[in-house]
Nanobody, 115 residues
Framework: QVQLVESGGGLVQAGGSLRLSCVTS????????MGWYRQAPGKQRDLVAV???????NYADSVKGRFTISRDNAKNTVYLQMDSLKPEDTAVYYC?????????WGQGTQVTVSS
C-alpha cells in the first residue's frame, strides 16, 4: 500500500504557471511508474504525464512542451511543472502510483485557469 498526498493546485490566469507536488509514503524507487492524471467536470480521467522508475517520460499531446514531470528521490516526491496554462487545463489533478498491477491514487488537487 502507498499513500499519495498532492498539493500545489489553485487559481491562475491563462499563461501563468503552477507546480504540483505529490509526496509518496513509500520509497519512490519501489514504484514502477508515477504519473499525473486530470479530470474535468463531466469528462473521464485522462493521462497528463508519466515518469518511470528508469526515468522515461511520456506526455499527453495537449501538454507537450508546456508541462514537465520530475521527481526528487530524496524527498519521495514527484512534481508536475505546468507552464503556459490554458483555460482548458482546468481540472482536478490526481497523482498516481503504479506498483505491479495495482494503481494507487491521491485525493486530487483543483487547478483552475481563468481566461
Amino acid at each position: 500500500q502507498v499513500q499519495l498526498v498532492e498539493s500545489g493546485g489553485g487559481l491562475v490566469q491563462a499563461g501563468g504557471s503552477l507546480r504540483l507536488s505529490c509526496v509518496t509514503s513509500r520509497n519512490i524507487f519501489s514504484i514502477n511508474t508515477m504519473g499525473w492524471y486530470r479530470q474535468a467536470p463531466g469528462k473521464q480521467r485522462d493521462l497528463v504525464a508519466v515518469l518511470t522508475s528508469g526515468g522515461n517520460t511520456n506526455y499527453a499531446d495537449s501538454v507537450k512542451g508546456r508541462f514537465t514531470i520530475s521527481r526528487d528521490n530524496a524527498k519521495n516526491t514527484v512534481y508536475l511543472q505546468m507552464d503556459s496554462l490554458k483555460p482548458e487545463d482546468t481540472a482536478v489533478y490526481y497523482c498516481n502510483a503504479a506498483i505491479g498491477f495495482a494503481h494507487h491514487w491521491g485525493q486530487g488537487t483543483q487547478v483552475t485557469v481563468s481566461s
